[in-house]
């Protein structure tokens, strides 16, 4: 069973920047795929930016403010969160994925005041 654990959220100022990270365990395997996601109360949650393979991907809202990086050959990645925006406030999840089995990490919560 994979296991993820974030860490990094908290509370900043709208333009202030927070580095998450997220490292996933229980599998001796490099994962095929990890990403972030974000919920707010009363809405689904959302993909905000993920890596496939060599391949990064990102929400339209965090283009050019979010940065996804994995560290080489482990199954840890960071989400820098620049020029932050009141609207990215939410409880940020990390998963990582191989095969058929996921993981989803218990989330961190990020505040932007205004």
């Known amino acids: 069973q994979i296991q993820v654990a974030e860490s990094g959220g908290g509370l900043v100022q709208s333009g202030g920047s927070l580095r998450l990270s997220c490292t996933a365990s229980g599998t001796r395997f490099i994962l095929s795929a990890m990403s972030w996601h974000r919920q707010v109360p009363g809405k689904e949650r959302e993909l905000v930016a993920g890596?496939?393979?060599?391949?990064?991907m990102y929400a339209d809202s965090v283009k050019g403010r979010f940065t996804i990086s994995r560290e080489n050959n482990k199954n840890t990645v960071h989400l820098q969160m620049d020029n932050l925006r009141p609207e990215d406030t939410a409880v940020y999840y990390c998963?990582?994925?191989?095969?058929?089995?996921?993981?989803w990490g218990q989330g961190t919560q990020v505040t932007v005041s205004s």
């Open positions: 998963r990582g994925v191989i095969g058929s089995n996921d993981g």
């Open positions: 890596i496939v393979g060599g391949r990064r």
